[in-house]
C-alpha cells in the first residue's frame, strides 16, 4: 500500500511560515488525494486542505488565504504552505492519502483517508 513520509515541522514565532512535506511512495494506484490533517492536545483531528491529482484544492474556510497545499509535478510529493502562523496553529499535522469516490467535504473527513504519516509538530509562539 505505500507509506507516507512528513517533514518540515519545527517551532516558529507568530507570524512566521513553515513548508511541510509529505512524500508518498508506492501509492500511485490507491490514492487519488493527498491531504494535511492537524491535531491539537485534547482536540479531535481536524481537516487542513486536500488536494487531487488533478491539482483540485479544498481548504478548511478558516485557514484559506494562510495556508496552501500544492504538489510536485510527479504527484508523489504534497506540500503545504503555512503563512501568518498563529499560536493556535500549534498541532502536530498528519499527512493522509486515500481514494476518494467524492470531492468536497468528503476530503475533510479523517475516515476518508487509509494512510497516514507519522506527523509532524508544528509549534507557534506568540
Known amino acids: 500500500q505505500g507509506h507516507l513520509v512528513e517533514s518540515g515541522g519545527g517551532s516558529v514565532q507568530a507570524g512566521g511560515s513553515l513548508r511541510l512535506s509529505c512524500a508518498a511512495s508506492?501509492?500511485?494506484?490507491?490514492?487519488?488525494?493527498m491531504a494535511w490533517f492537524r491535531q491539537a492536545p485534547g482536540k479531535e483531528r481536524e481537516g487542513v486542505a486536500a488536494i487531487r491529482l488533478n491539482g483540485s484544492t479544498i481548504y478548511d474556510d478558516s485557514l484559506k488565504g494562510r495556508f496552501t497545499i500544492s504538489q510536485d509535478s510527479d504527484k508523489n510529493t504534497a506540500y503545504l504552505q503555512m503563512n501568518s502562523l498563529k499560536p493556535e496553529d500549534t498541532a502536530t499535522y498528519y499527512c493522509a492519502a486515500g481514494l476518494l469516490w467524492e470531492w468536497g467535504s468528503l476530503a475533510m473527513r479523517p475516515d476518508a483517508y487509509n494512510g497516514w504519516g507519522q506527523g509532524t509538530q508544528v509549534t507557534v509562539s506568540s
Open positions: 508506492e501509492y500511485t494506484l490507491s490514492r487519488n488525494v
